[in-house]
T-cell receptor, first 115, second 116 residues
Framework: AQSVSQHNHHVILSEAASLELGCNYS??????LFWYVQYPGQHLQLLLK??????LVKGIKGFEAEFIKSKFSFNLRKPSVQWSDTAEYFC?????????????FGRGTQLTVWP | NAGVMQNPRHLVRRRGQEARLRCSPMKGHSHVYWYRQLPEEGLKFMVYLQKENIIDESGMPKERFSAEFPKEGPSILRIQQVVRGDSAAYFC??????????????FGEGSWLTVV
């Protein structure tokens, strides 16, 4: 079975700091990769996804992620965070040949941004 | 533009009671997925349903848990004889198609079950 590791459980930053959240997965086959965000009291929202092509993926709200196949990684980045980015971030993986909704999630990283 | 609707948002049950969680997918979506998030863990896939069919229930506990998605009405996740370990957030998601890069699954806001 696949597994997804998110290295940091809780990250605390000041506004304007740069962000990088780590995500590694274990699976030998071809994968689709996702980052979701959950703001307090809200549903999970898709930030960005990678299916194929350019390994540098740009998402909403200034987020981007880079797929490094050799490292089985899909780290999330943002050059300058805002207070409104305070949320929980989930990395997820699916088998390319599997159904879209069969996702394997990491345990999440809580990001707190101080104004 | 109604998203995926789940209710109730919060549910408290005593041990041994039944819990029913409902999920109405986005309009036009016929694929529904249920996930469970235990405290301090990521979301774990439970079951994938299409109208009147269970497609993949590989993540469902073998006993006490069942799911359905009838021809009419919402999808239901049913937990019989709840135990404290069932306390978790249950998320529903839906999609228009079940695969392809142009497609996305959309999540509801979750239902929090507390067993006392």
């Amino acid at each position: 079975a696949q597994s997804v590791s998110q290295h940091n459980h809780h990250v605390i930053l000041s506004e304007a700091a740069s962000l990088e959240l780590g995500c590694n997965y274990s699976y030998g086959g071809t994968v689709n990769l996702f980052w979701y965000v959950q703001y307090p009291g809200q549903h999970l929202q898709l930030l960005l996804k990678y299916f194929s092509g350019d390994p540098l993926v740009k998402g909403i709200k200034g987020f981007e992620a880079e797929f490094i196949k050799s490292k089985f990684s899909f780290n999330l980045r943002k050059p300058s965070v805002q207070w409104s980015d305070t949320a929980e971030y989930f990395c997820a993986v699916s088998d390319r040949g599997s159904t879209l909704g069969r996702l394997y999630f990491g345990r999440g990283t809580q990001l707190t941004v101080w104004p | 533009n109604a998203g995926v609707m789940q209710n109730p948002r919060h549910l408290v049950r005593r041990r041994g009671q039944e819990a029913r969680l409902r999920c109405s997918p986005m309009k036009g979506h016929s694929h529904v997925y249920w996930y469970r998030q235990l405290p301090e863990e990521g979301l774990k896939f439970m079951v994938y349903l299409q109208k009147e069919n269970i497609i993949d229930e590989s993540g469902m506990p073998k006993e006490r848990f069942s799911a359905e998605f009838p021809k009419e009405g919402p999808s239901i996740l049913r937990i019989q004889q709840v135990v404290r370990g069932d306390s978790a957030a249950y998320f529903c998601a839906s999609s228009y198609r079940d695969r392809g890069p142009g497609n996305t699954i959309y999540f509801g806001e979750g239902s929090w079950l507390t067993v006392v």
